[in-house]
Every structure is written in structure tokens, then in C-alpha cells.
């Protein structure tokens, strides 16, 4: 197993040179270095045994066919094997470290690769799943890949568009080189074993606990908008203080209200990632701003309160500052509860190779929030250094790593199909 997690960490540092960015890592969806990325982890999915297609919202699959059918019973007709899933994705936050999201691609690669040379067959079909967009960089909206992969995808996500006017529609029809069409799910929820997905954990926790890996039991609910303000544009030399409509200074306050609001709500998080303005000139009073705003809440219920209070809030600042301000949502999700099933196995296996498990909420979203839609979810986290993510400096040990791997590659061994 340590050649396997020796063979992990050089495709880790190799897909980690593929950036559409020079000198630091960014692949976006359906940017010219995520369809580098693809080709690359393509290759090694071959090299695992795995067949390997491309789907129309450029997720990159691989798949394990099921030994053959055995029959059960009397029954004549053999059982028509399930399919378990496992991934997460393959694009980036600007200048990113390389283990958020390809780690959880590449462990289930060398996992089968590792079952593979054993001999060992399973009863159940796998799929390795490379999803193209979840961190949603280029559209502000999250998810795109596995709301793809899962029939979820709607005409309103097509209509979203990037900081260059390109909808999402265009840049798939740009992908296909024709007329894109919503895609159905890919499977049906009753051919479905499950959705398990590998991550590190974004967070301190496994550190403080002195622990290679923990297993989840629920991920927060997440909110997403893009808010413009609007005020007038005007000569910063000339105009009086007390005429001004500045969209920058609304939003200003508007920002320390989202803070003030956070941080008195116990488990809450709100942040302010991105900001436009316009006309973007050093001398001119700035007459429109357009922000993202990123909510999230283990709790649902606590979660759409602090909006509506966040709500209040953005509409006294127009009312009072003579401004206008439209918000639109691009993402919503639910808090998400993982399979009890799925994730009792999990800790078996943890335990197994750990000695023990433990229980963890994650507070940053992933794939497994939409693919919980489609089948049982379960997560596996990673230990992070300093629970440092969306970094360069990102960083899980190759020690973890291997302790990962095997507990992937038990988990399979051990799940009933």
C-alpha cells in the first residue's frame, strides 16, 4: 500500500503543475488547463483498468464493472449488481493548493489500482468521478459538475454568466461545439449504492485530535449571492459629502453589519469574497458595486433567519445612503445529513486501520451536498496542516494519505453490494 501512496503524491504534484495561471494554481470550469487535467487523470484511470468517458458537463468518469451477477435464492434471474460512487473535483480556487478536491479523484484511482493487482473483485460497479466545477470561481455559483452529473441542472444555472458576459450555456456549447441540452441524472437512484467522497478537512480539528483522518456526519447548509448597489457616479473633487451617493460606502457598511451579524450568531459564517467596482477610477465617486456574499449554517433554520436579518439590514443602508440594492442567488443548499449506513461502514474501516474514528461536521461545502439528491452520501476527511485550505500552502502528509488509502481501499473490501 505505500507504493500506492508513494504513486498518490506524484500525481498529486503533477496534476498540481496544470493551472491555467502561471506561478500559481487555478483551473476553472471548462478552462483550457481543467481539460489538460482531464486528459491527464484520464490516463491514469486507464492505467488503473478503469473505462473512461467524458460526459456533457465535462465531469470526467471512470468505471469498474461488477464481477459477474451471482444468484440469490431461488431466484433464477442473478442480482443486477448496484454502483457506487466516488470523487469530488478537479477545478480550483484562485491560486490554490493542490489537495482540495483532486485528492478526493485521485485515493479512489490508486484504491482500485490497488484492488486491481490483488486480484480482487467486487459486487458492485465503482465510478470515479471528476467533477469539472464545484468551487464556482468562474460563474459565482458552485456545483455545476455534480448538478450535471445528478439531472439537477437547470436553465436558470445556463443563464449565469462570467466576468467576460460568457453564460454558462455558451461556454458548454463552445465544449461541445453545438447545442447543449440538460442532461438527465446519470443513474437512478435505485441502481445507486452510494456517493463517497475524500477530502481533507479544511479545518483544525483531526490536528488538535492528533488523528490522519475522521469521518462526517453532516455538512453546513450554504447560501450564495451576487448584490449589486447602485448610486451615482460622480467627480470626487467636486461633489459634496453630503450629496454623495456612494455604492462603495453602502457596501462598506452593509460589510460590517455581515461581520457583526456572524460573529454574535454562534456557528455562523458570512463572508464578502468578491467585489467590482465601477467606474474603477481613483478620482471618481464609485456609482455601482457588485459583491458576492456567501452565508452558511449547520442549522437551515439559523441560516435563513441571519439572511432575513442580513436582508434588513442591506435595504436600511440603501434607504438611508439613496441607493439602490438587487440581490441575486446563485446557490442555495440545505444542511445535509450523511447515510447512517454508509458512514457506519466508514468508521469501521477507520477504526480498522486508525485504531479510532472520529466524528466531524464540515463547515465548507462539497460535491456530496448536490450527489445526497441522487444517492447516500458518506465523507471521509483528511488531516490538513494548520487546517489550512484555499491556500498555497495547503498540505496533508503522505502518512495520511496512505492511511486514507487503506482505509478506502477496507471500506470497499468490506461494503456489501
Known amino acids: 500500500m505505500a507504493s500506492s501512496a508513494q504513486q498518490l503524491n506524484r500525481w498529486l504534484t503533477e496534476l498540481g503543475r496544470i493551472s491555467d495561471e502561471p506561478g500559481q494554481l487555478t483551473r476553472t470550469f471548462l478552462s483550457p488547463a481543467m481539460k489538460r487535467a482531464n486528459a491527464r487523470v484520464s ?32 431466484s433464477r434471474r442473478p442480482a443486477r449488481p448496484k454502483t457506487l460512487l466516488l470523487g469530488s473535483h478537479l477545478d480550483t480556487v484562485r491560486n490554490a ?12 484511482i490508486a484504491a482500485v489500482a490497488a ?33 450535471g452529473y445528478s439531472g439537477r441542472l437547470r436553465e ?3 443563464a449565469l454568466r462570467d466576468d467576460a458576459g460568457v453564460t454558462v450555456r455558451q461556454a458548454l456549447e ?84 455581515v461581520e457583526a451579524l456572524a460573529r454574535r450568531t454562534p456557528g455562523l459564517v458570512a463572508t464578502i469574497g468578491s467585489m467590482t467596482v465601477s467606474p474603477g477610477a481613483s478620482n471618481v465617486i464609485p456609482g455601482r458595486v457588485l459583491h458576492t456574499l456567501d452565508v452558511r ?4 433554520a439559523v441560516r435563513k433567519k ?29 444542511a445535509v445529513n450523511c447515510s447512517p449506513t454508509l458512514t457506519a461502514q466508514l468508521e469501521k474501516s477507520v477504526r480498522a486501520v486508525q485504531g479510532q474514528s472520529r466524528s466531524l461536521v464540515s463547515g465548507a461545502g462539497h460535491d456530496a451536498v448536490v450527489m445526497a439528491k441522487l444517492a447516500p452520501v458518506a465523507m471521509l476527511f483528511v488531516r490538513c496542516r494548520a487546517g489550512l485550505s484555499h491556500h498555497p500552502d495547503e498540505f496533508a502528509s503522505p502518512g495520511d494519505i496512505e492511511v486514507a488509502l487503506r482505509v478506502l481501499v477496507d471500506f470497499l473490501q468490506a461494503l456489501d453490494g
Not at 49 to 68: C, M, P, Y
Not at 201 to 226: D, N, T, Y
Not at 232 to 243: R, S
Request: positive net charge; hydrophobic residues 45%; aromatic residues 8%.
Open 43 to 74: 490516463v491514469w484511470m486507464r492505467e488503473a483498468g478503469l473505462t473512461v468517458r467524458v460526459d456533457s458537463v465535462g465531469n470526467l468518469i471512470g468505471r469498474w464493472e461488477a464481477a459477474a451477477p451471482v444468484r440469490r435464492g431461488g
Open 97 to 108: 493548493g493542490r489537495f482540495d478536491g483532486p485528492l478526493g479523484v485521485l485515493l479512489p
Open 115 to 147: 484492488l486491481r493487482r490483488r486480484g480482487v473483485e467486487l459486487p458492485f460497479h465503482v465510478e470515479v468521478l471528476g467533477f469539472s466545477e464545484e468551487e464556482g470561481v468562474r460563474f459565482a455559483s458552485g456545483y455545476l459538475g455534480s448538478l
Open 156 to 158: 436558470a444555472d445556463l
Open 174 to 257: 463552445a465544449f461541445h461545439g453545438g447545442p447543449f441540452q440538460l442532461p438527465p441524472a446519470a443513474h437512478p437512484r435505485r441502481d445507486l449504492l452510494g456517493y463517497v467522497e475524500v477530502h481533507i478537512e479544511q479545518g483544525p480539528v483531526l490536528e488538535e485530535r492528533k488523528l490522519a483522518v475522521g469521518v462526517v456526519s453532516a455538512i453546513a447548509g450554504q447560501s450564495r449571492f451576487k448584490l449589486t448597489w447602485t448610486g451615482q457616479a460622480g467627480h470626487a473633487g467636486t461633489t459634496p459629502m453630503a450629496l454623495r451617493r456612494d455604492a462603495l460606502a453602502g457596501v462598506a457598511e452593509f460589510a460590517v453589519a
Open 297 to 300: 449554517h449547520a442549522s437551515d
Open 306 to 334: 441571519a439572511l432575513l436579518a442580513l436582508g434588513r439590514a442591506a435595504a436600511k443602508t440603501a434607504r438611508a445612503r439613496q441607493l439602490t440594492c438587487r440581490w441575486q442567488r446563485t446557490q442555495h443548499d440545505g
